[in-house]
């Protein structure tokens, strides 16, 4: 699947017709969105566009992706988290939630084999070991979630004539300060991993 790029490495082009069918440029060929999943999964680059129209669609088309991988029994997105993300569409703060998300999944993917590495190490390729760490990964992208929603609902609060509660310290700086915290615990956490690798050597 990783062969599939174009000869100028531009993303490949998947045509989305009316009837829902996924035409693959590339290849000539009709795909499903299993195929996308997998072509993702390879690091294949692609845009998903209206046959009809030429519109970008590939967020959708992603978005269906997930949607259908979560009806298969894999729940990736915790309830909290995704509860939390439906409160931020229409905020105030929304544009902010997509270049943080991008940016924290950036840093997990780049972090996530040399984690395995090290948890092999440390333990064996000890399972529990690697879930106790995923839980705690979980638990700090959804306290960084939170970083929005109480700034949200000070803000609400304060539309509505109401008194901000806490300290009045100004959003924005609270927010840095929370982000700030947040990087500290995950360069904390890779700390303790490796000094685990040192120690089990």
């Known amino acids: 699947?990783?062969?599939e790029k174009t000869a100028t490495g531009e993303p490949v082009i998947i045509k989305k017709y009316a009837n829902r069918r996924l035409y693959?440029?590339?290849?000539?060929?009709?795909?499903?969105?299993?195929?996308?999943?997998?072509?993702?999964k390879a690091?294949?680059?692609?845009?998903?566009?209206?046959?009809?129209?030429?519109?970008?669609?590939?967020?959708?088309v992603l978005t269906q992706i997930i949607f259908e991988e979560e009806n298969k029994g894999q729940n990736l997105l915790p309830i909290r988290f995704l509860r939390q993300l439906i409160r931020l569409?229409?905020?105030?703060?929304?544009?902010?939630?997509p270049g943080y998300l991008d940016l924290s999944m950036e840093s997990f993917a780049?972090?996530?084999?040399?984690?395995?590495?090290?948890?092999?190490?440390?333990?064996?390729?000890?399972?529990?070991?690697?879930?106790?760490i995923t839980r705690q990964n979980l638990a700090m992208f959804e306290r960084a979630m939170k970083v929005f929603s109480p700034f949200a609902a000070a803000q609400r609060d304060d539309s509505a004539g109401k008194a901000p509660q806490g300290n009045p310290?100004?959003?924005?700086?609270?927010?840095s300060e929370e982000i700030n915290e947040l990087k500290s615990e995950i360069e904390a956490m890779r700390r303790q991993?490796?000094?685990l690798a040192r120690e089990r050597k």
Do not use: W
């Open 1 to 3: 699947m990783s062969d």
């Open 24 to 40: 693959n440029t590339h290849t000539s060929s009709y795909v499903t969105l299993d195929h996308l999943c997998e072509m993702v």
């Open 43 to 60: 690091g294949v680059e692609f845009e998903v566009r209206d046959a009809r129209t030429g519109e970008d669609i590939t967020r959708s």
């Open 89 to 97: 569409y229409g905020d105030s703060l929304q544009a902010f939630v």
């Open 110 to 132: 780049k972090n996530q084999e040399q984690m395995r590495q090290r948890l092999a190490e440390a333990f064996g390729g000890g399972g529990s070991a690697f879930e106790a």
């Open 169 to 175: 310290e100004p959003t924005a700086q609270r927010a």
């Open 193 to 195: 991993l490796a000094e």
